[in-house]
């Protein structure tokens, strides 16, 4: 979960958009064949972001 509490502070703080205008997540799942995996969102298209935890 702390790469979602990582986001959504970076976006917080992104309201004025004169830092970074994208964030990156670190894929380390189902890398493969892949030196690594990345998503990069850009701040400015974000339209909605919905996080679903489940209890293990």
Do not use: P
Not at 25 to 48: H, M, P, T
């Amino acid at each position: 979960m702390n790469e979602i509490e990582d986001f959504i502070r970076w976006y917080e703080d992104r309201t004025d958009y004169r830092n970074e205008h994208y964030y990156i997540i670190e894929k380390n799942y189902k890398i493969r064949a892949f030196a690594s995996r990345k998503d990069y969102i850009v701040v400015d298209k974000i339209l909605q972001l919905e996080v679903m935890e489940h209890e293990d």
